[in-house]
């Protein structure tokens, strides 16, 4: 018998009732409401018998709060689950200690319940964070950039078309959405994991033909100009880049693909131009040139042909968060500089600026934080569990970021992963893996797991575990502390959880 059967009966004896617990809530509750009687009845009292005020000049009205609660502390909805964390915490507490040790000296972990702090190996030291830099990522561009942020690719002539000739260039100007695609490209099986909640640059060549243009004396011109020409980030492995990400710019289709050629393209302009050509041909469009880099500041004037607008934010998040998509987290740096230094020139510099002042004013320690990428694909980053549970105790498992996470068993990068454990379908979490050759020197290599952990009945457990080591991202070598990790989660709650105790609401 496995762990897991063994475990089960013993868990199942655990919860035979929340009576105790009920019986405990209300011999609190009742003196409560009891003083709260007598509260009201001498606060009625006193206004009958006090005297008068003194004038309205003398009146100093108390400032209100900025955000009240929306709910108050010792509402019927709120108590099951600080009730049942109260009653639990102390055995998860002995539990994760129990975990600890079998972390090396350069690996890290930190647990949290509803934000309260159950236990921690090393969560201030420095590690490799690998893709779980996407949660800090994505945790920035939503504060930075708005749930509602899209982006915006347009298409432009030097000047009105005449009887639907375009004399001149047509230019395909990026406004770095990283989800652009092609109807071909998302089952394409090009990727290990397709793209989803894409914008179509088939429709976009469709507007381009409803508008009535038929012939382009001239080329489909990419323009990348939002920000700046570094296509791949610094501090990246041997065979990463343009394999595991870039290059990119601020317009990129598909990747950098197009169809009919047999490799990702090296410069992504000249690419997403000439799959646009291709889409714009396929519609009757007379192009006479073949696409190529450029920009549209070099046009005399602009006339706007069409345009399309991505999915909100909070989709593009997904999109990355899900497939961990290396593109994305890149290009969302890239917007945040935009965003917050337009100067700048679209950056990766001054997006990861921004994210470490915003880190900071979350009274996380930066001290030894180093922000390289976006995507975690650089030996350079260090982030510590410390940081990482700050943030994810920002946020929750039903808002944008936890929504996101990939299923243990079922989604993403989770897919395979737990699929017979008892945390299948429940635990939430963003993986990190970099192989880092050769592994008999440094750096190491990095295994991680950060996320949430849904309590039936409202709460949730928050968690950051990262591996680094010179072989832990070898299956044999990270997968049974990853199975023991996720044993100690799944003890929480050991008593009654918050849906038991709903019942008292």
């Known amino acids: 018998m496995d762990r897991l059967e063994a475990r089960e009966p013993s868990r199942g004896s655990r919860r035979t009732g929340p009576g105790p617990f009920i019986v405990l809530c209300l011999f609190a509750l009742v003196p409560a409401l009891v003083l709260y009687g007598v509260f009201a009845f001498a606060d009625g009292r006193d206004d009958d018998n006090m005297a008068a005020p003194p004038p309205p000049s003398t009146i100093v009205d108390p400032p209100l709060p900025e955000e009240p609660l929306a709910n108050g502390m010792l509402s019927f909805r709120r108590m099951p689950a600080v009730i049942s964390r109260d009653a639990n915490v102390d055995e998860f507490v002995s539990a994760v200690a129990g975990f600890t040790p079998e972390l090396n000296e350069r690996s890290c972990v930190a647990v949290s319940v509803d934000g309260q702090q159950v236990?921690?190996?090393?969560?201030?030291?420095?590690?490799?964070?690998?893709?779980?830099?996407?949660?800090?990522?994505?945790?920035?561009?939503?504060?930075?950039?708005?749930?509602?942020?899209?982006?915006?690719?347009r298409v432009v002539a030097p000047a009105a078309p005449v009887n639907g000739v375009v004399n001149g260039n047509l230019v395909l100007v990026g406004g770095g959405d990283p989800v652009l695609s092609s109807d071909w490209y998302p089952t394409?099986?090009?990727?290990?994991?397709?793209?989803?909640?894409?914008?179509?640059?088939?429709?976009?060549?469709?507007?381009?033909?409803?508008?009535?243009?038929?012939?382009?004396?001239?080329?489909?011109?990419?323009?990348?100009?939002?920000?700046?020409?570094?296509?791949?980030?610094?501090?990246?492995?041997?065979?990463?880049?343009?394999?595991?990400?870039?290059?990119?710019?601020?317009?990129?289709?598909n990747d950098a693909r197009v169809l009919g050629e047999d490799r990702r393209a090296d410069e992504p302009n000249?690419?997403?131009?000439?799959?646009?050509?291709?889409?714009?041909?396929?519609?009757?469009?007379?192009?006479?040139?073949?696409?190529?880099?450029?920009?549209?500041?070099s046009l005399d004037s602009q006339t706007d042909i069409?345009?399309?607008?991505?999915?909100?934010?909070?989709?593009i998040v997904e999109e990355m968060l899900t497939n961990s998509d290396n593109n994305t987290a890149e290009l969302l740096v890239k917007e945040i500089g935009v965003e917050v230094s337009p100067d700048a020139g679209g950056t990766r510099q001054a997006g990861l600026d921004a994210i470490a002042e915003l880190l900071a004013e979350w009274d996380i320690d930066m001290t030894n934080i180093v922000l390289s990428d976006g995507s975690g694909l650089s030996m350079e980053n260090r982030l510590t569990c410390a940081a990482l549970l700050t943030v994810l105790q920002r946020s929750g498992p039903d808002d944008t970021i936890g929504a996101a996470l990939p299923v243990a068993g079922e989604s993403g990068t989770l897919s395979d992963?737990?699929?017979?454990?008892?945390?299948?379908?429940?635990?939430?979490?963003?993986?990190?893996?970099?192989?880092?050759?050769?592994?008999?020197?440094?750096?190491?290599?990095?295994?991680?797991?950060?996320g949430y952990l849904p309590i039936d009945g409202g709460g949730a457990v928050e968690y950051a575990l990262v591996l680094n080591g010179p072989t832990i991202s070898d299956q044999s070598e990270y997968r049974p502390v990853w199975d023991s990790f996720a044993d100690v989660l799944d003890t929480y709650p050991s008593g009654p959880s918050p849906a038991d105790l709903g019942i008292i609401g």
Do not use: C
């Open 119 to 153: 236990g921690a190996q090393n969560p201030d030291i420095a590690v490799i964070p690998a893709s779980t830099q996407k949660i800090i990522v994505a945790a920035a561009a939503l504060e930075l950039l708005g749930d509602d942020h899209t982006y915006t690719t």
């Open 188 to 253: 394409s099986n090009l990727e290990r994991r397709p793209v989803f909640n894409q914008t179509s640059l088939d429709t976009l060549a469709d507007r381009v033909s409803e508008a009535g243009i038929t012939q382009i004396n001239g080329s489909v011109v990419g323009d990348g100009g939002r920000y700046d020409d570094e296509f791949f980030a610094p501090g990246w492995g041997n065979g990463v880049a343009g394999l595991e990400g870039g290059p990119y710019d601020a317009v990129l289709v």
């Open 306 to 315: 069409a345009m399309i607008d991505s999915a909100p934010l909070t989709a």
């Open 270 to 297: 000249s690419a997403a131009a000439r799959e646009f050509t291709r889409l714009l041909r396929d519609r009757g469009i007379v192009v006479s040139g073949e696409g190529l880099a450029g920009s549209a500041s």
């Open 417 to 450: 992963v737990f699929i017979d454990h008892a945390v299948a379908g429940r635990l939430l979490g963003k993986t990190g893996t970099l192989n880092n050759p050769p592994f008999n020197a440094d750096p190491p290599a990095v295994k991680a797991l950060a």
